[in-house]
């Protein structure tokens, strides 16, 4: 009985970080015109809510793409280091 509430869970979750990761990428598109696919694949690789908030607001409050990617390599670099400690 517990087992499908679980799941339906987990699906919630992974259907709200599909949509953060897909409005991230739009506006950084939109604001920046030509993105790099690493860029695209790397945002897509997040699977932290929290981290995917904090990229939104800042893909919105940056001044130029090159900011933007200093934030997402930092983000990237705590992740790793949250994996490797775990």
């Given at each position: 009985?517990?087992?499908?509430?679980?799941i339906?869970g987990?699906?919630?979750?992974?259907?709200k970080?599909?949509?953060?990761?897909?409005?991230?990428?739009?506006?950084?598109?939109?604001?920046?015109?030509?993105?790099?696919?690493?860029?695209i694949?790397?945002?897509?690789?997040?699977?932290?809510?929290?981290?995917?908030?904090?990229?939104?607001?800042?893909?919105?409050?940056?001044?130029?793409?090159?900011?933007?990617?200093?934030v997402?390599?930092?983000?990237?670099?705590?992740?790793?280091?949250?994996?490797?400690?775990?």
């Amino acid at each position: 009985m517990n087992q499908p509430i679980k799941i339906e869970g987990l699906s919630k979750q992974q259907e709200k970080l599909k949509k953060t990761r897909a409005n991230v990428i739009q506006i950084v598109q939109t604001r920046f015109k030509q993105v790099p696919e690493q860029v695209i694949q790397d945002i897509n690789t997040i699977d932290n809510q929290s981290v995917l908030e904090m990229l939104f607001t800042n893909s919105i409050i940056v001044a130029d793409f090159e900011d933007f990617q200093k934030v997402l390599l930092s983000a990237n670099a705590k992740l790793q280091d949250n994996h490797l400690s775990r």
